[in-house]
């Protein structure tokens, strides 16, 4: 299958993912071996990294793009976008081009600290959604407000969810892990993505999670969540 990663920390030197050029390569090649062949290049957008320079991040990806291309493999292709941290000023900043959406498409990748209440996170999805936005919920695992409440409704106000492949893993007896499993099963989750940093502390984990999602998905199920709905975000179309 030709995965499409929505999420990752692969551009050197923006924020706490890849330090420099040569670990943007390495972990793009670690990706490429476990079957990632698009990455959506994500830098964090928060009060410890701005990262409100759009240029710079698609002039990152254009030259990853093209080293990747010439050492790891020539089908290999590299878009901008960002991990947004939700603060108020977001949806302002998306209308005047200081940050970037998902490949230039409509969708909004957006993250919040792990105790934000389920209604303050509705909210401000809400107001991404009415300002004609698509948003996306980040590793929507960390959130323990959705732990009893959230997904279907946040689905039906038109938020997408996204959730890490290292989230996945292979314990039978890990209760978050149970609780992706679970939410995977049921169809609530859009994308799968590495969210990987770093070669050593945040690697890509798609082998490993592949080994309980060919299992416990049929094959097109797991298509629409590594590849189809990412697919779909390129060509900015709606799910």
Partial sequence: MEITDIHCHI???MDD????EEESL?????AWEQGVEA?????HYSRQFRNDCPERIREKCEKLEKEARETIASEIRIYPGQEICWEESVPEKLDRGELLTLADSSYVLVEYLPSVSYGALFRSLRTLRLEGYLPILAHAERYGALRTEGLEELTEAGVCIQMNYGSIGTSLFDKDQRWCRKQLKEG?????GTDMH???RRPPRVAEAMKWLETH?????LSRI??????QVLTNQNL
Avoid: Q
């Fill in 11 to 13: 551009l050197p030197g």
């Fill in 39 to 43: 990455f959506i290049a994500t830098p």
């Fill in 188 to 192: 609530n989750i859009h994308f799968l």
């Fill in 198 to 200: 770093s070669v050593h």
């Fill in 17 to 20: 993912g890849a330090k420099d």
């Fill in 26 to 30: 390495a972990l793009v090649r670690m």
């Fill in 217 to 221: 998905l049929n094959g097109e199920e």
């Fill in 226 to 231: 590594c590849r189809d709905h990412a697919g």
